[in-house]
């Protein structure tokens, strides 16, 4: 069973950069695809960026052309390059496979954007 341990977030200005990372424990050459997920106090979690083994991505419209997903299979990690960040980024990121495996969520990393 593979483990993910999401870092690398926290407070930022409005505006401002971070670059999340998620180190898995075993090998994520075989799982397909994998994205990052998030939730926002209150709300359902949800997904905000996807990548295909082959290294194709997509994207929620409301991250689309600020945010940047890559995997590395190497390392057994994925990233995140969140640019222009907004207040409304603001949630706890996750990293999973599409569609999640759920005995595979990590703690999570919290961003939170505010001035």
């Known amino acids: 069973q593979v483990q993910l341990v999401e870092s690398g977030g926290g407070l930022v200005q409005p505006g401002g950069s971070l670059r999340l990372s998620c180190a898995a424990s075993?090998?994520?050459?075989?799982?397909?695809?994998m994205g990052w997920y998030r939730q926002a106090p209150g709300k359902e979690r949800e997904l905000v960026a996807k990548v295909i083994s082959g290294g194709s991505t997509n994207y929620a419209g409301s991250v689309k052309g600020r945010f940047t997903i890559s995997r590395d299979n190497a390392k057994n990690t994925v990233y995140l390059q969140m640019n222009s960040l907004k207040p409304e980024d603001t949630a706890v990121y996750y990293c999973?496979?599409?569609?999640?495996?759920?005995?595979?969520w990590g703690q999570g990393t919290q961003v939170t954007v505010s001035s």
């Open positions: 075993g090998s994520i050459f075989s799982i397909n695809a």
């Open positions: 999973n496979a599409v569609p999640p495996w759920g005995r595979a």
